[in-house]
Nanobody, 123 residues
Framework: VQLQASGGGLVRPGGSLRLSCAAS????????MGWFRQAPGKEREFVAR????????LYSESVKGRFTISRDNAKNTVYLQMNTLKPEDTAVYYC?????????????????WGQGTQVTVSS
């Protein structure tokens, strides 16, 4: 499975971006999906995950209420809508396919990873 993330860029604080992650083949029948991020000099951290049917989600405390994860199984694509962006959201964002139907906050539970897309929040 190959994952292609897109939608990153430079945005001012308070702005919005929508990330997309397209899978090369159907992965959604039994797999959760997630977004992680890694800032320079920091470890990769969990952002959000969504279950295979799209009806269960989980967010990190740092993005809860500002970010929304969703998926379109017909398009094999997962999205991350990011609103009210802050400078501390600056990172490379990675999408991933979980081994389980719901995903988890733990990177080790994910089998496939995208190449990452850079998000920079700066005035």
């Amino acid at each position: 499975v190959q994952l292609q993330a897109s939608g990153g860029g430079l945005v001012r604080p308070g702005g919005s971006l929508r990330l997309s992650c397209a899978a090369s083949r159907r992965t959604s029948s039994n797999n959760g999906m997630g977004w992680f991020r890694q800032a320079p000099g920091k470890e990769r951290e969990f952002v959000a995950r969504i279950g295979w049917r799209g009806d269960t989600t989980l967010y990190s405390e740092s993005v809860k209420g500002r970010f929304t994860i969703s998926r379109d199984n017909a398009k094999n694509t997962v999205y991350l809508q990011m609103n009210t962006l802050k400078p501390e959201d600056t990172a490379v964002y990675y999408c991933a396919v979980a081994r389980s139907p719901f995903g988890s906050p733990f990177a080790a539970d994910y089998a496939y990873w995208g190449q990452g897309t850079q998000v920079t929040v700066s005035s």
